[in-house]
Structures are given as C-alpha cells and as structure tokens.
C-alpha cells in the first residue's frame, strides 16, 4: 500500500512540474537601439550604439525580439521623457504607436526625436498593455 501511494505521489509531482514546464528557464525579451537600420546591417557588433546616445534628429532604429512570441498581431510601443515639468510624476509621453506585426516573434521600426534629454521605450503587446514586455533606457544629446 505503501509502495503504491508513493507511485501515486511521485507521478503527481512530476507531471506537475513537467507538465507545466516550471524547469523551464523563461528567455528575457531582446530589444536591441541603433542609428542604423537593422535589415541592413550584416554586423550587429557595429550597429550597436555605444551607451545608447543618440543625436538629436537622428533616426533611432529598435528591433524587438520575443522568444515566447507576441499574443496577438498587434504591438504598442511608448517614447517616455523624463521630464520635471511634466504632470505625471516627471514622465511625459512623446510617442505612442500600434503597429501590425508582420513577424511572431520579432519587430522593428524607427522613430525620430528633435529635443535633448533621458528617454525610455516601452514595448507592450496589445492585449496587456498594463505590464510592458521591455523596457530601456536612451539618451539624446546635441
């Protein structure tokens, strides 16, 4: 009876934890920033900018890549200033976009910026737009 209550209690806990993968290591979303385009670039060591400073007016490339996938076809990423002036607790939002996703696991677009100062992008996909997916910080100088 023994024997058999512990087969009973050893199955149940590995098909638990099997089952519901909880060994399995969860791989960190990627979001890489650059002054160059990523689709034509064949060196990414190179088009990886140093520290992630920018020039203001400089086109600023991101390429966003998600291992798990995104839920739905759709993706939303924010330009957040950190601002003293700004109503919400020093943040100011400059750029919030949604944009269809051509791929499932990776997306990339550019935007461009024409004030100085400590920026953050903020990926979410669009059915939770509570929690982003990444954040990072940038900077934008003269």
């Known amino acids: 009876m023994k024997k058999l209550i512990s087969i009973f209690f050893l199955t149940g806990i590995f098909s638990a934890c099997f089952g519901f993968n ?10 890489i920033l650059s002054d160059k385009n990523p689709l034509e670039v064949s060196d990414v060591e190179k088009a990886q900018q140093k520290a992630n400073v920018f020039k203001i ?4 490339y991101f390429t966003f890549h998600i291992e ?3 839920k739905s076809d759709y993706v939303k990423y924010q330009i957040v200033r950190q601002d003293d002036n700004a109503h919400t607790g ?18 990339s677009d550019y935007f461009v910026l024409s004030r100085g100062g400590r920026y953050y992008i903020q990926i979410f996909d669009i059915t939770n ?9 940038f900077m934008v100088v003269n």
């Open 129 to 137: 737009l509570n929690q982003w997916l990444k954040i990072s910080s």
């Open 22 to 31: 909880l060994f399995k290591n969860k791989i960190e979303p990627v979001l």
């Open 57 to 60: 007016n400089e086109r600023i």
């Open 90 to 107: 020093g943040y100011a939002r400059i750029m919030n976009v949604t944009k269809r996703l051509d791929d499932k696991y990776t997306f």
């Open 68 to 70: 798990d996938g995104f």
